[in-house]
């Protein structure tokens, strides 16, 4: 007998993953981070782009996947105490089980 194949199912959209990492943005980010430009923020247009387009679910996947050029851009306060949150945030809605962090980015390219 063979197996199926392993399919991924995604239970929520880009647009309302899209949508709820801008409010955790705008609720929880910028708050905590009124100092940040946007530019830099972690939660930044181009960023959720590149969270949309790889979905990481940890610390080792985000280092890995996203293109350094935008990874190093972004505010290293903002990764240090938010990066968790985001991937908690994302993993809960795509229906993953949730990861231990990482604490080292030494596995990020170099």
């Not at 996947?65 to 990874?71: A, C, N, Y």
Request: with cysteine; aromatic share 8%; proline share 6%.
């Amino acid at each position: 007998m063979q197996l199926p194949k392993k399919t991924t199912y995604c239970p929520i959209e880009d647009s309302d993953l899209r949508d709820a990492l801008i409010a955790l943005r705008e609720k929880w980010f910028i708050p905590r981070f009124p100092q940040t430009s946007r530019e830099k923020g972690l939660l930044r247009r181009r960023m959720i782009d590149e969270l949309l387009r790889y979905k990481p679910a940890d610390h080792a996947e985000f280092f890995t996947m996203l293109p350094w050029e935008i990874v190093s851009e972004t505010d290293w306060a903002q990764i240090g105490h938010g990066l968790d949150i985001v991937l908690a945030e994302m993993n809960r809605l795509l229906g993953r089980r949730a990861r231990p962090a990482m604490a080292s980015v030494a596995t990020r390219r170099g």
